[in-house]
Antibody, heavy 120, light 110 residues
Framework: EEQLLESGGDLVLPGGSLRLSCAAS????????MGWVRQAPGKGLNWVST????????YYADSVKGRFTISRDNSKNTLFLQLNSLRAEDTAIYYC?????????????WGQGTLVTVSS | QSALTQPPSASGSPGQSVTISCTGT?????????VSWYQQHPGKAPKLMIY???KRPSGVPYRFSGSKSGNTASLTVSGLQADDEADYYC??????????FGGGTKLTVL
């Protein structure tokens, strides 16, 4: 069974940093692109970033470009998201998601999410 | 780029059919056959229901179907069941390795 488990969410001050992790199991991790999608409290879903299986192709939403960095360790089946220069509007549940192929930007397996709160 | 436009709510009685629309532009929905739909129950992670406009992932009931005409995509749920009550989100590829989400539609089963 394909599973994703996020961790690393926390309360952080504006301007602060955080690193999210996503542990994957049940599929050949390196064969698939992986992404992050976030959902502000009571709001809709928004795509954040996607990284190809090999790590060679990286895509970001304009709202996070230059502040967030996606990466992966295929030897440990783990996806990461480094969040820097955090703002109040980055407050959200961050979901890790598996792409249906390599960078189709369609997600067929999701984690339960990790909450990031940016507040003073 | 703006989010795709969905009605905030939709409803239907058990056994009926309901259609949810998703309106974009000629730069996204109208230009690519890469529209997807996700179902999200309260407090749960989203679930992929439709991709590439009409394709259903394994395990998704035939009651869920997708279509597209011009800049508008649609999700139809036939034979409504109580468990279909959820939020539904459309997405579309928007070029330049970017994907847009709709604002979401809350489906109520009366």
């Amino acid at each position: 069974e394909e599973q994703l488990l996020e961790s690393g969410g926390d309360l952080v001050l504006p301007g602060g940093s955080l690193r999210l992790s996503c542990a994957a199991s049940g599929f050949t991790f390196s064969n698939y692109a992986m992404g992050w999608v976030r959902q502000a409290p009571g709001k809709g879903l928004n795509w954040v970033s996607t990284l190809s299986g090999s790590g060679g192709n990286i895509y970001y939403a304009d709202s996070v470009k230059g502040r967030f960095t996606i990466s992966r360790d295929n030897s440990k089946n783990t996806l990461f998201l480094q969040l820097n220069s955090l703002r109040a509007e980055d407050t959200a549940i961050y979901y890790c998601a598996k792409d249906i192929s390599d960078t189709a930007l369609v997600f067929d397996c999701w984690g339960q999410g990790t909450l990031v709160t940016v507040s003073s | 780029q703006s989010a795709l436009t969905q009605p905030p709510s939709a409803s239907g009685s058990p056994g009926q059919s309901v259609t949810i629309s998703c309106t974009g532009t000629s730069r996204d929905v109208g230009n690519y056959d890469f529209v997807s739909w996700y179902q999200q129950h309260p407090g749960k992670a989203p679930k992929l229901m439709i991709y590439e406009v009409t394709k259903r992932p394994s395990g998704v009931p035939y009651r869920f179907s997708g279509s597209k005409s011009g800049n508008t995509a649609s999700l139809t749920v036939s034979g409504l069941q109580a468990d279909d009550e959820a939020d539904y989100y459309c997405t579309s590829y928007a070029g330049n390795n970017n994907v847009l989400f709709g604002g979401g539609t809350k489906l109520t089963v009366l």
